[in-house]
């Protein structure tokens, strides 16, 4: 065991100690376990500074220093489950009520990307009677940042009304030490509960986070990884063709591990926007804004190699900002005034303070991993 690891365990240890203690009212040897297992956690995080966890265990720091502020007033009565952040509908909580209000028309090219969403999720929810050998349940969107692949699992999600859980490290890692397993088991119970009435999709961005091999790892992360690994073979199963769904979604595949890999039977390029997709996104982020007529969308598409569709968007965004703060710089009623037209040179100005966001180099390692990893 790792000095890493034996420091979690240790903290595991006096967390556990100190929740059980707090549940008993004990709460003088409450705060002292409490505060060694704050301790533990921030001194992992100083032995390991490079860590994308550290976050995560400074959070249960803070969280667990709160408590001892509460239990020190001696105002509150024992804290029960719920008070520990235990709820059971703690990812109830994070289902969305209603489908995320994005259509495929929203999301401009991409149509490799929206074929084999289509065919894996949309295709066997629609009729599972055609599909006898079953379909994939595991879906890996992965690209560059601002290409689309949130708005590609809100529109399948929204195409087949299905409930729609957003996960993230933080919703699995912060929560009582020594708990992040169990909570990746109640996720996905929830969900199975849910697929009884209708389709679910589990959306985790940022998969790289929860998923990724690192250098140096404690024992937490490991645990984590095997359970996931072992929900998604359990809805994998085509004995069992329940109608759960996990879409992952990183910037990062490289740093996935290889067995968590092989789980995403669709694996998809969600690639930066060529010329042509560029000039659709400026077409329709422009399309309620006042232009005028020497705004040439072709040349700014043309200017913009390199853009995400998300910068694209920070651009027409930016250029709008620009002509409204002219109304309130001016000495004049501004509930009444109107903005003037956006002219070429509002777009020129703001594109020669952007620079794209993602670097050719970037965009070559994308497709050497996609050519080793694809499965569409």
Same mark, same amino acid.
């Given at each position: 065991m790792s000095a890493l690891q034996e420091l979690e365990q240790i903290a595991l240890r006096y967390a556990e100690q100190a929740v059980m203690l707090d549940r008993q009212g004990k709460k003088e040897l409450a705060i002292e376990a409490y505060q060694k297992a704050i301790e533990n956690l921030v001194k992992i995080a100083r032995i390991n500074p490079s860590s994308e966890l550290n976050r995560i265990y400074l959070q249960r720091a803070d969280a667990y220093r709160n408590r001892v502020a509460v239990l020190k007033s001696s105002l509150m009565s024992p804290a029960t489950a719920e008070d520990l952040g235990e709820g059971k509908t703690a990812f109830e909580d994070m289902i969305l009520k209603e489908p995320p209000k994005v259509t495929w028309d929203d999301i401009v090219g991409l149509e490799d990307a929206k074929k084999a969403v289509k065919e894996a999720i949309v295709y066997p929810s629609l009729r599972p009677d055609l599909f006898p050998l079953g379909w994939p349940r595991g879906i890996l969107?992965? &690209?560059? $940042? &601002?290409? &689309?692949?949130?708005l590609l699992a809100a529109a399948v999600a929204n195409e087949i009304k299905a409930k729609f859980i957003p996960v993230d490290a933080a919703s699995i890692?912060?929560?009582?030490? &020594?708990e992040a397993e169990q909570n990746v088991a109640r996720l996905f119970n929830v969900a199975r509960r849910e697929a009884r009435f209708s389709c679910v999709i589990i959306f985790i961005d940022e998969l790289d986070s929860l998923m990724g091999v690192r250098r140096f790892e404690v024992g937490g992360e490991t645990r984590v990884r095997n359970q996931f690994l072992k929900e998604m073979d359990g809805i994998i199963d085509?004995?069992?063709?329940v109608h759960v769904y996990v879409i992952g979604a990183t910037n990062k595949p490289w740093d996935l591990d290889q067995a968590f890999?092989?789980?995403?039977q669709k694996r998809i390029y969600v690639p930066p $926007?060529?010329?042509? +997709?560029?000039?659709?996104?400026?077409?329709?982020?422009?399309?309620?804004l006042k232009l005028a007529s020497d705004v040439d969308l072709a040349e700014l598409a043309r200017l913009t190699e390199g853009f995400s569709g998300s910068d694209i968007m920070d651009v027409c965004q930016s250029v +709008?900002?620009?002509?409204?703060s002219e109304i309130f710089e001016k000495n004049v009623d501004y509930s009444k005034a109107e903005p003037r037209a956006i002219a070429m040179r509002d777009f020129l100005e703001v594109l020669g303070k952007r620079k794209p966001s993602i670097p050719k180099e970037s965009i070559t390692q994308y497709e050497v991993w996609f050519n080793e990893f694809k499965a569409l």
């Open positions: 969107l992965f &690209g560059p $940042p &601002g290409c &689309g692949k949130t890692m912060s929560k009582w030490l &020594g085509k004995k069992n063709p890999i092989r789980r995403f $926007p060529n010329y042509n +997709q560029r000039l659709e996104t400026f077409k329709l982020y422009t399309k309620f +709008q900002l620009k002509v409204n």
